[in-house]
């Protein structure tokens, strides 16, 4: 698989993996102009950049510490465009997945567009500068500052 593809995969699972929140009052000054919630925070305290979850409304969010189950849930269903090779992606009004440090697995939402077809992150890895996205067995490496930024939501689409 064309490691482009595998990116838009691999960004579209670690954004499901950014599950817990509410709004935040102290925003990160990477994300200028955008709300980040709890989940953005929280998703850092794992070991992942907030840009991995989009500048949107979470209206809640919940992670099983023992167990690594997550659930985030968006004001709507988001489209964005990820960085640096403009695919698009899309996010459900629900991510849910695994989630423990450095690591998200099982990931249902996030979907990425390649190839003219659409594809489901199923994990994502972090691993010091460098975040690993993965769609079944294929995995794309990029560098995780291009994450740094929550980005903005472009439209609305539909979530089946």
């Not at 579209?12 to 509410?22: G, P, R, T, Y």
């Not at 459900?92 to 567009?113: C, H, N, P, Y």
Request: charged content about 20%; proline content about 7%.
């Amino acid at each position: 698989m064309n490691p482009k593809v595998l990116f838009l995969f691999l960004f579209a699972l670690l954004l499901n993996l950014v599950s817990n929140s509410f709004q935040n009052p102290n925003p990160n000054p990477k994300t200028p102009n955008s709300k980040l919630s709890k989940a953005h925070v929280e998703l850092t305290n794992y070991g992942f950049p907030v840009g991995l979850l989009p500048a949107t409304t979470v209206l809640g969010y919940a992670v099983n510490e023992t167990s690594g189950d997550f659930s985030v849930r968006l004001g709507g269903a988001c489209k964005i465009t990820l960085p640096p090779d403009n695919y698009i992606a899309t996010y459900s009004k629900t991510i849910t997945g695994k989630i423990v440090k450095g690591k998200m697995a099982e990931l249902d939402g996030i979907r990425v567009r390649a190839f003219f077809k659409w594809w489901s992150i199923t994990g994502i890895k972090s691993s010091g500068d460098d975040i690993v996205f993965e769609v079944g067995m294929v995995t794309a490496k990029y560098p995780a500052k291009n994450f740094d930024e929550s980005p903005a939501c472009e439209g609305q689409h539909s979530s089946s």
